[in-house]
């Protein structure tokens, strides 16, 4: 892949996402609703999700119409360019139903398979991060690098639970056992964000299980180009099963001890 190739797919996914972070920040309905429920009843969708999709989508594809896309709320297409988009045009769907601010739009893209752009768009924290594959990580055009590692038990750890009910029990049991070993436990609501918090230092590790692509793809490889290290259970990488990023010392200690607490189960 060229460096021109890298440079035109970042530019690209910034504008996605200004755009479409400019479209949910000023044109929220102040009686937004739900528009369609998921896999659950608490899975929702709104208007604004599908409209920036609809807007991020088109914007691509004119931009790029050889390559494939993934998008959460339906978008997929294979493309024959070896490029393909990764999208979640809201990532923390319930803080923007609520009016509370930590959503984000989160935009990867791929290359033969290996995602090479992340950006993720914060427009209520005024806030993007964005990383390219070997070159680092930025937050508003600073370099960003996660945290020294604390001990496990001194260390701050963000986590996400499944809408499903089977999953989001054993995640309440498996948060019971983890709470008493660790500094503390925060859930943003925003996977996307959790991840990129991590590359940017403010928070010492993460991990979730039952996320999709268009969750972690672009926020795995900010946390990873900030010098975290992100994976799945050990010995496999971050995917739907497991995702967990954390500064280096404190994967070392977070991975087992979730892999021992059954962090997979449900
Ligand atoms: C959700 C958020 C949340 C995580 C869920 C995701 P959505 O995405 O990232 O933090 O816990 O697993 O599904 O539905 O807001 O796009
Ligand atoms: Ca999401
Ligand atoms: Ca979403």
């Known amino acids: 892949m060229t460096d021109q190739l890298r440079g035109e797919l970042l530019d690209i996914a910034l504008e996605a996402a200004q755009r479409a972070g400019e479209l949910l920040r000023d044109g929220r309905p102040a009686d937004l609703g739900v528009a369609a429920t998921k896999s659950s009843p608490v899975d929702v969708v709104t208007e604004m999700d599908i409209a920036a999709e609809k807007l991020i989508t088109g914007f691509l594809a004119e931009r790029r119409p050889h390559d494939g896309i993934l998008g959460e709320e339906g978008a997929d297409s294979a493309g024959t360019s070896g490029v393909r988009w ?151 990488p971050a995917g739907p099963g497991l995702v967990i990023a954390a500064s280096p010392g404190v994967f070392e200690e977070l991975q087992p001890l979730l892999d021992e607490l059954g962090a997979w189960r449900g």
């Not at 639970?161 to 008493?180: G, M, S």
């Open 86 to 236: 990764v999208v979640d045009p809201i990532d923390g769907t319930v803080n923007y139903l609520y009016g509370l601010p930590n959503w984000a739009v989160s935009i990867a893209a791929e290359v033969d398979g290996e995602t090479v752009v992340g950006v993720v768009h914060c427009p209520p924290r005024a806030e993007v991060y964005w990383a390219v594959l070997g070159e680092g990580s930025w937050r508003n055009g600073e370099r960003v690098r996660c945290r020294p590692a604390p001990a496990l038990d001194q260390a701050l750890i963000g986590t996400g639970f499944n809408y499903t009910l089977r999953l989001r029990t054993a995640q309440a049991e498996l948060v019971r056992q983890l709470l008493p070993r660790v500094r503390d436990i925060r859930r943003s609501g925003s996977a996307a964000l959790d991840l990129c918090d991590v590359g940017g230092g403010r928070l010492d590790g993460y991990y979730e299980r039952g996320t999709n692509p268009w969750d972690y793809a672009a926020g795995d490889l900010i946390a990873r180009e900030a010098g975290a290290v992100t994976g799945g259970r050990p010995g496999e």
